[in-house]
Antibody
Framework: EVRLVESGGGLVQPGRSLRLSCAASGFTFDDYAMHWVRQAPGKGLEWVSGISWNGGTMGYADTVKGRFTISRDKASNSLYLEVNSLRPEDTAVYYC?????????????WGQGALVTVSS | EILMTQSPATLSVSPGERATLSCRASQSISNNLAWYQQKPGQAPRLLIHGASTRATGISARFSGSGSGTEFTLTINSLQSEDFAVYYCQQYTNWPPRFAFGPGTKVEIK
């Protein structure tokens, strides 16, 4: 069974940083791309960032480019999202998602989400 | 950029009836379209990929159709557990900016 468990969310002041983590299990982590999708309170889904199966290609939404960094570690089967210069509009539930594919594709498994609240 | 739209924003349906949801892409995405269901307080769940292939464990009451720019999700004989928000997602381009449609809420009539 595929499991994706996010951690690292919380309340943070504007301009500060945090790192979201996602522990993956139940599949061969190295074989699949991984992405982050977020959802602001009461809003729809927004793709944030994605990384290819081997970590060689990354992509970001324009709203986070230059502030967020995605990475992955095959030794620990983990996905990360370093989020810097946080803004109130970054407040959202951040989902770790597995992609059926090497880079882009559909999201066949989702974590339960990590809430990030940006507020002073 | 490929932009996704969905209609209607809200659909009121009685239990046992059929719901028909639409998704449109601003340019052709072939059949690179997925549908997700999201219930309050839960993560989205994959229903359909490849425009018409049901994901593992998804009821046959859910069916998808379409290609190019016009897509439809049909839910037959709506059950209480089907009332939720449904999102379409295109996965044709990289990076997948604006991948998701705004969603359709299916509510009890």
């Amino acid at each position: 069974e595929v499991r994706l468990v996010e951690s690292g969310g919380g309340l943070v002041q504007p301009g500060r940083s945090l790192r979201l983590s996602c522990a993956a299990s139940g599949f061969t982590f190295d074989d699949y791309a991984m992405h982050w999708v977020r959802q602001a309170p009461g809003k729809g889904l927004e793709w944030v960032s994605g990384i290819s199966w081997n970590g060689g290609t990354m992509g970001y939404a324009d709203t986070v480019k230059g502030r967020f960094t995605i990475s992955r570690d095959k030794a620990s089967n983990s996905l990360y999202l370093e989020v810097n210069s946080l803004r109130p509009e970054d407040t959202a539930v951040y989902y770790c998602v597995k992609v059926e594919g090497y880079l882009g594709g559909y999201f066949d498994n989702w974590g339960q989400g990590a809430l990030v609240t940006v507020s002073s | 950029e490929i932009l996704m739209t969905q209609s209607p924003a809200t659909l009121s349906v009685s239990p046992g009836e059929r719901a028909t949801l639409s998704c449109r892409a601003s340019q052709s995405i072939s059949n690179n379209l997925a549908w997700y269901q999201q219930k309050p307080g839960q993560a989205p769940r994959l229903l359909i990929h490849g425009a018409s292939t049901r994901a593992t464990g998804i009821s046959a009451r859910f069916s998808g159709s379409g290609s190019g720019t016009e897509f439809t999700l049909t839910i037959n004989s709506l059950q209480s557990e089907d009332f939720a928000v449904y999102y379409c997602q295109q996965y044709t381009n990289w990076p997948p900016r604006f991948a998701f449609g705004p969603g359709t809420k299916v509510e009890i009539k």
